[in-house]
């Protein structure tokens, strides 16, 4: 631990930084709160840690890996369970683990390997009480069955549920990425094949990594050099590289060759192809580098315009932002194939340092892929490399320069919020373009839809999948379908990719900018585009790269009725209005002109409050929230409230006497101005303590300031309530009391305080 520095520095830096992250951070501008009629949700009594998934479009199954079973579910509606096949650790097993340690919920069998073989089989692996096991499942005639002969899972799959792991099976051989014994001490690379081959357990090979994702690449095609093809691992894991006063976490890409059968005495089963790199992702402002969390192969025929996307958090100590950064596959293996080498040197007797090697390389270049090179040399497979080439790579497998994202930024950065899964699909859009639409996973349980269109990054929506906070473990999209499958601790969730029936008008729907959506004026409606829709269609309206309405029909300028609600003098009246979309700036007129600036009208993040109604506050009162998109402004009415007085026998009370009234009068200023003194030092002493961080802007100016209408992490379960632009009628609050705590507050010192001019 390090002192912090005072809040006010922290402010001051915060302030800076923020208006230098400004131009690059993003909120999603719609916000979809829970609906269960958006989302179909699977749940099994006693099951649970939903957190492997195959899809298999071609059988029309989904298969669910969840804790001690494995479910085939209906690919298009996952709440119709097809079958369903428990694999549970055994008696013995669960009482030996939890002997050595470990506690009941660790000791049962956690799915987590599920993959296809060629022979329609499918390849499981569970933890199994902390002795991890692997088998074969067969799916046929809507049955689940599991074979008989478990094999040793030891290297294929963890033995801590909670360790994260990859695998990849590529043509029958399993690539797999996790810790190879109980304490999970022992990390390990490795391909379970007739000749099997394994990483070196060394820490300039891995450094207590934590394993995200693996891919293989098919880089043998079309290679003029004839090189092989390649598997790619993303992981973290503790730097060697800096000088750092603590663990320093880096991320990093490695891979290996799909040819490679170890090395005939140097690095014998061990993999003579080993090579990493650091993967940077540079968040702006971030003084330590982010992490890796998953990432998600975006292939294409064109194996060279393939693209990893990763998804990156931060780590402790430093801002509090996530990211996605894109890498292209040759860049990072010209990294691999062209790049230096990092060497380590002893310096001040014990004290490693990694430095770049600048000395010649040997020959054939350490870490390559058997290619013509080495065939020109005599080799043909890694058995015949040199020890001269083998011994380099055993010490050196890192390489000296970092592998930089696409465009060298991230294509996205938010604050406040925790990506922990990635997605991406292609879809093509009216306008003929396929754009590249990513889905991020939060640790809310919330997904984000964002696009680049031509370097302009929208992220046109974040989607509640799940009623109460949890981390999205597992993301799996069926582009075929237009669907998204999203597994968690307590659920497994399908939607659709677009949520376009949400959008009620073209102007909406145009907006919206979703390239799943465009507006059909025959039905009006905004309508999921199917792939065969295209511009030749004609009919459909949708602009994403300029979002431009004036195709849109003219919707008429029927103005809606506005709500009726009762004023009672001297109370508050809270007349809700919360834009659709989180970009847009909120306007209040009053009997049509812009609310005067008062101290009695107070804006928040749900809508307007009045304090203290007089009759003179009857009337009309209008929202509109202004938007701009591509430079042209959207001025829309989102609630209209006419405020009428009650018929209430008020002002037939006899008036009290003038002298007592202003007596009680003062009695009361009296107390107010103690309670506030009393306030004023219970809030300094809490700042002090540091109970309550200081806000960074003029905390005086709060009230006259809307609030930012999104929050970045929105709260666990909306209500419907606060959704709708326009408010049931008991928005009429008589009872005085706003529902938004912040808001009271700040009433009941308000409420007493420009009487003076009154008497
Ligand atoms: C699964 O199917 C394969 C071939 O279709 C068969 O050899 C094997 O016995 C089956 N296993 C089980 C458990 O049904
Ligand atoms: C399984 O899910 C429960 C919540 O249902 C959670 O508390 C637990 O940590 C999960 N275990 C693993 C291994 O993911
Ligand atoms: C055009 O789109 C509409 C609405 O989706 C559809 O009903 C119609 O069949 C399409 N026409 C053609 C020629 O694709
Ligand atoms: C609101 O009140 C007016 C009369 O004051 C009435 O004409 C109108 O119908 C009321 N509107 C609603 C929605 O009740
Ligand atoms: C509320 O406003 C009325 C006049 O508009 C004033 O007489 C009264 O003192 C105010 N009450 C409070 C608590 O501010």
Same mark, same amino acid.
């Given at each position: 631990m390090y002192a912090m520095p005072p809040p006010s520095v922290l402010c001051l830096l915060l302030l800076w930084t923020l208006s230098d992250i400004a131009a690059h951070e993003r909120i999603p501008r719609n916000t979809i709160p829970y609906q269960s009629d958006l989302i179909k949700l699977f749940r099994e009594e006693g099951g649970g840690n939903y957190s492997t998934m195959l899809l298999q479009e071609d059988r029309g199954v989904l298969l669910l890996g969840g804790r001690e079973a494995v479910y085939a579910l209906d690919i298009d509606d996952i709440t119709s369970r097809k079958a369903a096949v428990s694999w549970k650790a055994t008696e013995k097993g669960k009482k030996e683990c939890t002997n050595k340690g470990k506690h009941a919920e660790e000791c049962q069998n956690y799915i987590r390997v599920l993959h296809e073989m060629s022979d329609s089989r499918i390849y499981v692996c569970g933890t199994n009480a902390f002795d991890p096991a692997c088998g074969y499942i067969n799916y046929t005639e809507g049955q689940l069955s599991m074979g008989e002969k478990h094999e040793d899972g030891k290297g294929k799959c963890p033995f801590d549920p909670l360790q994260r792991y990859s695998s990849v099976m590529v043509g029958g051989d399993l690539y797999s990425a996790t810790s190879n014994n109980f304490l999970g001490s022992e990390p390990v690379i490795a391909r379970s094949s007739a000749t099997q081959v394994r990483s070196e357990f060394k820490s300039s090979w891995l450094n207590e990594p934590s394993f995200v994702y693996m891919d293989q690449v098919p880089e043998s095609e079309d290679s003029p050099e004839q090189d092989d093809d390649k598997v790619y691992l993303f992981f973290s894991e503790t730097a060697v590289e800096y000088d750092f006063y603590n663990k320093l976490t880096v991320s990093r890409v490695a891979r290996v060759c799909k040819g490679d059968m170890g090395g005939r005495r140097t690095l014998q089963k061990k993999w003579t192809s080993f090579l990493k790199a650091r993967l940077d992702c540079p968040v702006p402002e971030s003084r330590l580098p982010h992490v890796v969390e998953d990432v998600f192969l975006l292939r294409d025929s064109d194996w060279r315009k393939s693209v990893f996307y990763a998804v990156f958090t931060s780590q402790p100590g430093s801002v509090d932002l996530s990211a996605v950064c894109a890498y292209s596959v040759t860049e990072i293996g010209d990294v691999f194939s062209k790049g230096r080498f990092k060497t380590p040197v002893t310096v001040a007797s014990s004290h490693v340092k990694w430095v770049m090697y600048s000395e010649d390389l040997p020959e054939p270049r350490p870490g390559a892929c058997i290619n013509n090179d080495a065939r020109a040399l005599g080799i043909e497979c890694s058995l015949d490399l040199p020890d001269k080439t083998l011994r380099f790579v055993q010490d050196r497998p890192l390489m000296d320069q970092a592998v930089m994202p696409r465009g060298r930024e991230p294509e996205l950065v938010e604050r406040g919020v925790v990506f922990t899964r990635i997605v991406v699909d292609r879809v093509k859009a009216l306008d003929g373009n396929v754009y590249e639409a990513m889905f991020i996973g939060t640790d809310k349980g919330f997904v984000q839809k964002a696009v680049n269109y031509d370097g302009e990054m929208v992220v046109i929506e974040e989607m509640q999948?799940? %009623?109460? #906070? %949890? #981390?999205? %473990?597992i993301l799996r999209l069926s582009s075929k379908k237009g669907l998204l499958y999203a597994g968690s601790d307590v659920g497994a969730v399908q939607v659709s990719v677009g949520q376009c029936g949400r959008h009620a008008s073209c102007l909406d729907c145009v907006l919206a900018?979703?390239?799943y959506c465009a507006w059909d004026p025959s039905a009006s409606h905004c309508i999921m585009l199917s792939p065969q829709d295209d511009a030749s269609n004609g009919t459909l309206i949708q602009d994403v790269k300029n979002a431009d309405v004036s195709t849109c029909p003219d919707p008429g300028t029927e103005d809606p009725k506005p709500t009726n609600v009762t004023l009672i003098l001297g109370s508050n009246i809270q007349l809700k209005c919360r834009p659709d979309s989180n970009l847009a700036q909120v306007q209040w007129h009053f009997a049509s002109r812009p609310l005067p600036a008062s101290e009695k009208f107070y804006l928040y993040g749900e809508g307007l409050l009045i304090q203290n109604a007089s009759a003179t506050d009857a009337g009309l009162y209008t929202c509109v929230s202004e938007e701009e998109v591509k430079g042209r402004r959207y001025d829309r009415t989102e609630a209209l409230y006419q405020l009428v007085p009650a018929p209430s026998p008020v002002d037939v009370t006899p008036r009290t006497d003038k002298r007592v009234q202003r007596q009680s009068l003062v009695t009361l200023q009296v107390l107010v101005a103690l309670l506030a003194v009393l306030l004023a030092a219970l809030l300094a002493w809490n700042v002090w303590r540091g109970h309550i961080p200081l806000p960074c802007w003029g905390g005086g100016e709060a009230p006259a300031e809307t609030p930012a209408p999104h929050s970045p992490s929105p709260p666990p379960a909306v209500t419907p309530e606060t959704i709708n632009l326009m408010p049931p009628a008991n928005c009429n609050t008589n009872n005085n009391h706003p529902s938004n705590g912040e808001g009271s507050h700040n009433l009941d010192t308000l409420k007493y305080i420009d009487d003076e001019s009154e008497i």
């Open positions: 999948l799940f %009623q109460t #906070p %949890q #981390p999205i %473990q900018r979703d390239p």
